[in-house]
């Protein structure tokens, strides 16, 4: 028996078990059994050279440290690596042929269909629920990977860090916010107290003064104080610390400043209170009184509004803040950002944990839902 039979069985076995490596030694006489041992080796150069990539696609789809998880089209799981284990601490054995919307919330027709339209990929923000059912939020990026399969690539990456990156910021700027306020609350102060001063002497000089003409002068003066003390009371009630939250409460501190702005400008207040518990944390209170600020101050230098609503409802477990005005409103994104009033609304909500939907319509108002877990 031709012996490079024997050879040739070897190959096989080891082609087998994996090892690429053995190669048939081709002998003189090249004949039809040798051509057949070199089309063997040209396989096994070929195995071994899949094998190499593929050893290297697994060895770093499992190094990164984002998940990454391959669905079908139905959005059941394909394949996953190791940082999906870590992240939604499941088996692995819980995981694979599982619909990732049992770990992800996922509008999987919605996003089959924007990846059909597209082509390409899409990103947008989600949570991910573990085994200890808590909620992660997450950032995805989805991308078709095989068109003929109508295999996507999901790739999924922890927000834990950045979130408390961002709450940490959040918490500085408003804390810098409130300091700079009871400063410039102090400001305030001695100058009215100088003004009242001013106020006193022109008074006592009305009382004195005999000429009528000069009379006249002092009173115009009197009055143009008056009115500027009087500008200057509303600012620091409207703009700093309202002690009324800490003393009174948040609904009674929202209708005070409703009344203080309605005598103030003869805007017409809709205000709505429903508390059905005491137990409202400080920062919560004085948070949610800034945005209702924030919200009546844009009405009033932006809106011309005549009529502002503020509908509040505090539950044991949700707050809800829902607040219109009949201005002109807009519906170009870019007036959004004209001011920082808005951008200050939604840093105290993200801060809350809370959600903001914001509806301008122009010639229609403004309308802004805000929903905040307790």
């Known amino acids: 028996m031709d012996e490079r039979f024997l050879a040739l069985e070897d190959t096989l076995l080891a082609y087998s078990h ?8 081709l002998s003189d006489n090249l004949d039809a059994l040798d051509s057949i041992m070199s089309g063997i080796n040209m396989l096994g150069e070929e195995l071994e050279e899949t094998t190499i990539k593929r050893d290297f696609f697994n060895s770093a789809f499992h190094s990164i440290t984002d998940s990454l998880v391959v669905i079908d089209n139905a959005g059941v799981i394909i394949d996953f690596n190791e940082s999906f284990i870590v992240l939604t601490e499941f088996k692995k054995e819980d995981v694979i042929g599982q619909n990732l919307k049992k770990f992800l919330k996922l509008n999987l027709a919605s996003t089959v269909q924007k990846l059909d339209k597209h082509s390409k990929a899409i990103d947008f923000e989600s949570e991910v629920t ?3 059912s808590r909620k992660i939020m997450v950032e995805c990026h989805v991308s078709v990977i095989d068109n003929n399969k109508c295999h996507s690539l999901v ?3 922890d ?5 408390h990156q961002e709450a940490g910021r959040i918490a500085t700027i408003i804390k810098t916010q409130e300091e700079e306020r009871n400063r410039v609350a102090s400001d305030l102060h001695d100058s009215i107290g100088q003004q009242i001063s001013a106020l006193k002497f022109y008074f006592d000089s009305i009382q004195k003064q005999k000429d009528e003409k000069l009379r006249i002068q002092l009173l115009k003066k ?5 009115d500027n003390v009087s500008d200057e009371i509303r600012n620091i009630c409207f703009q700093l610390m309202p002690r009324s939250v800490e003393k009174f409460g948040i609904g009674q501190s929202i209708k005070q ?14 205000v709505k209170i429903e508390e059905k518990t005491d137990k409202l944390d400080p920062n919560v209170s004085m948070s949610v009184y800034r945005v209702i600020q924030e919200f009546v101050n844009n009405s009033i230098k932006h809106a011309k509004c005549k009529n502002i609503g503020i509908h509040l409802s505090i539950k044991p477990k949700l707050l809800t803040l829902n607040m219109t005005d009949d201005g002109i409103g807009f519906t170009n994104d870019a007036n959004l950002k004209k001011g ?14 809370g959600e903001l939907n914001f509806n301008p319509e122009k010639n229609k108002g403004v309308k802004l839902n805000i929903a905040i877990p307790l």
């Open 257 to 270: 400043l409703a009344d203080l702005i309605h005598f103030s400008t003869g805007i017409k207040f809709d």
């Open 222 to 226: 009197t009055e143009a104080l008056i």
């Open 130 to 132: 573990n085994s200890s």
């Open 18 to 25: 994996g090892d690429f490596t053995k190669k048939l030694a």
């Open 340 to 353: 920082n009033g808005i951008d200050n609304i939604n840093l105290r909500i993200k801060y809350l944990k």
């Open 155 to 157: 790739k999924i990456h």
């Open 159 to 163: 927000l834990t860090d950045k979130i």
